[in-house]
């Protein structure tokens, strides 16, 4: 139905649409063909993605882990529709990047090598290659393990490639951009889970299951899609402030069908406040669950019918916009060099990272309140180093330190080091893991497994044994550093928002694996001696002050293309910028090696102290027979002498 639609509008509006925005049409075929795959493809990547989740939160993994018959149909739904999601996505790479010519597919694939030149230039056409890779790694890895935990590393990939449109396209252009990227990451993440999880409970939800595992998986369905619409109601309003105007909602195809994103939205969240409230009293739960599925994937579709036709075309706001290199590449100004003041107050709130410290803040203090409700002890250290390090990473992310961080090289440098080497050591030592294992309830005796259960299949999964081996950990800290800023990667990552958010993310994860290696008190599958983690610390310094001092010292200037881009008037030397960043890089790399060297002695001292204190206890309370014998040998060789 939503196709027909789509193929519909398409065809009416013809030129229309294009005319607008000042885009040379294409002709029909490609005109129709690009909405009717951008519509495709993003549904399948939200079933995809729910099907994901729905297995991860209604499966009884059995003996050795595999999932169940309960979550198998949710399973084939991956296998099944993950390789169409990579055709149709391979599909979309001609037809978008002709599309955005202005030329029929048929000729950009025909004529030679302009396949390759047009999707070149194409950003929305790279991102549709960036879905099909991900789409391929899914169908492989899908049909290699019916395991409850090889589920949970698919996500990435699928988040992936659920986020790569929407940032290539309106939401990553223009005047504040950097909002709308972070924004447009939440929402497409938010609606492709509703959607997804809606279409997986209403064809997996099963039949011939105990009723309580049917009611508890509806009321998990339920939640989180109710969650899914809330957030993605309120960050779409925040893209529809960033990208659209009064004027808009008439006169523009783009304002028309963000208002009936808009809508479909509210009537998600509707929708969702009745669910949850039938729920409660309903007899037969799977046929109600399976019933405000099937209305929610409706309206679902209705708003990604609005998105298909929003996101090909550009925003009506930025056509009238007089654009700038900072609005381009910064998406907002900078007057002057920075200064104490700057750094401290020019502050861009970060929608996804400091969004994401802040909750970690609030459930953290919800799992602190249980722990004083039940009664059970908790350090005080450990919640003032975990609520430092979400403090410093929302400081980190939103002030002027990403601000400039964005435009400079050597502020970004003092933004990387925090995030790589400060921040991970707090959020060690405030030991999450350990508060969640104490505050979640353990799921009762027959019923679903729960969060708890979760996170302690994830933490013993062959993966979780494998990147956080302290080798391992090492490994992928140093050659992340060395890979991003010495390959062409940088170059990329830099030109883009959500290529700093993905540095900002990668770098704050690295650095936690290798300092949980070390400093960590979670639970995890390995643990070094003391003296082997003190041995892995210290190789780690040579490799950080070699990238300061090459990084000083190299006549190529790192991101070159992109900071002659910004031209930033008050930084007329790149060259001397990077050898301060170099210099920033080398100097501060030993502050935190020393915070870490005393959380490692005072951890070491504490357990030599726990393990004399048990042989202590063992000693008043089993009697040592070898103690005895070599006592009472010496008690006769006394008395033989006598």
Partial sequence: MALAVLAIYSHVSGQSKYMQTGDTYPGGFTAVLAVLGYFAGVVLGAVVLGALAYVLLAARPDRDGSIGVETYRAHRLIEQLAPLWALVSVVMVAVTAADRAGLPVGQVISHESG????????????????????AVVVSIFARVSLRWTSHVPLLLPVAVAVVALPVAGNAGQGPNHDYGTSAALVFALALALSVGVRISAALSLPRDTADADVEQTVRRVLRVVAVADVVALVYSLVLGVILASPTDVTSSAFGRSAVVMLIGLVLLVAVDIV????????????RFAVESALVGVAIGFAVYTAMAVADTRTATALLHHRFTAWDVYLGYRLHHSPNVADITT??????????GAALAIVLYAVGL????????PWSRWRTMSWMLGCLSLIFTSSSGLRTYGMAMFSVHMVEHMVLNMFIPVLLVLGAPVTLALQALPTAQKGALPGPREWITRTLHSPLSVFITHPVV???????????????????????YHWGHEAMSIHFVVTGYLFYWSIIGMDPGP?????????????????FHAFFGIAT????????GTFYRSVDLPWVTNLQHDQFLGGAIAWGTSEVPVVIVVLALVTQWAKSDRRAGARADRHAD???DSELEAYNQMLSDLARDRR
């Fill in 115 to 134: 396949l390759s030149q047009t999707v070149s230039v194409c950003e929305p056409a790279i991102a549709w290659c960036v879905v099909a890779g991900c």
């Fill in 275 to 286: 669910a949850l409230r039938r729920s409660r009293s309903t007899a037969d739960r799977r």
């Fill in 526 to 542: 390995r643990r070094l001696p003391f003296l082997a983690r003190l041995g892995v610390l210290f190789a780690v310094m040579p």
């Fill in 621 to 623: 309370t089993y009697r």
């Fill in 346 to 355: 020019m502050w861009r709130f970060d929608l996804l990272i400091a969004v």
């Fill in 552 to 559: 000083m010292t190299m006549s190529s200037i790192i991101g």
């Fill in 473 to 495: 950990s090492l490994i992928v800290f140093v050659a992340s550093l060395y890979g991003v800023y010495f390959t062409p990667l940088f170059d990329v990552l830099v030109r």
């Fill in 369 to 376: 309140h249980r722990l004083s409700r039940d009664g059970v």
